[in-house]
Antibody
Framework: EPQLVESGGGLVQPGGSLRLSCEASGFMFSAYWIHWLRQTPGKGLMWVSRINDDGTTTNYGDSVKGRFTISRDNAKNIVYLQMNSLGGDDTAMYYC???????????????WGQGTQVTVSS | EIVLTQAPGTLSLSPGERATLSCRASQSVSSNFLAWYRQKVGQAPRLLIYGASIRASGIPDRFSGSGSGTDFTLTISRLEPEDFAVYYCQQYGSSPPWTFGQGTKVEIK
């Protein structure tokens, strides 16, 4: 059964950095696009970033572009999200999720990890 | 960016009743690239429907999706206790950003 497990969340000061990890198991990791999403009580669910199967193509939401970097290590079945210049608006539960299928355009999310909480506060 | 508006915000029903949830898009969703998710308290969202009407693996047939263009519906034919949760629609058209509705909470009446 495909599974994703996030780690790396925590409390960070404004302007600080954090790196999230998403470890995958139970499926052919190198065949799938992987996404990061985040959720807050106020703004709901928001797509953050994605990376293609071999790591050569990435996309970002406007609110994180230039501050966040997504990458992957297919030998370790891990996707990373490096987050820099963090602000209060970045406080959220962060989820990684797999694209629903291996073909281009299958940008529904299944499965999701359990999430890791990021809190930006002094 | 496509904005998705879900209605109603909260639906109060009893177990065994039928639930009808709406998701309206600010512009046409290409190729009916619309998904539905259920999120129970303290859990991550779980995929129910993709392609507007295709049930995901392991999803019971009491869940059905319909619609096209800008208007989509998720129907739960008979509510089970585990169905009292928040439901989100998501569009995944050709280009990012992919967006979500604000959610519909189905609560026990």
């Amino acid at each position: 059964e495909p599974q994703l497990v996030e780690s790396g969340g925590g409390l960070v000061q404004p302007g600080g950095s954090l790196r999230l990890s998403c470890e995958a198991s139970g499926f052919m990791f190198s065949a799938y696009w992987i996404h990061w999403l985040r959720q807050t009580p106020g703004k709901g669910l928001m797509w953050v970033s994605r990376i293609n199967d071999d790591g050569t193509t990435t996309n970002y939401g406007d609110s994180v572009k230039g501050r966040f970097t997504i990458s992957r290590d297919n030998a370790k079945n891990i996707v990373y999200l490096q987050m820099n210049s963090l602000g209060g608006d970045d406080t959220a539960m962060y989820y990684c999720a797999r694209s629903g299928n291996t073909y281009y355009g299958a940008n529904w999310f299944d499965p999701w990890g359990q999430g890791t909480q990021v809190t930006v506060s002094s | 960016e496509i904005v998705l508006t879900q209605a109603p915000g909260t639906l109060s029903l009893s177990p065994g009743e039928r639930a009808t949830l709406s998701c309206r898009a600010s512009q046409s969703v290409s190729s009916n690239f619309l998904a539905w998710y259920r999120q129970k308290v303290g859990q991550a969202p779980r995929l129910l429907i993709y392609g507007a009407s295709i049930r995901a693996s392991g999803i019971p047939d009491r869940f059905s999706g319909s619609g096209s263009g800008t208007d989509f519906t998720l129907t739960i034919s008979r509510l089970e206790p585990e169905d009292f949760a928040v439901y989100y629609c998501q569009q995944y058209g050709s280009s990012p950003p992919w967006t979500f509705g604000q959610g519909t909470k189905v609560e026990i009446k």
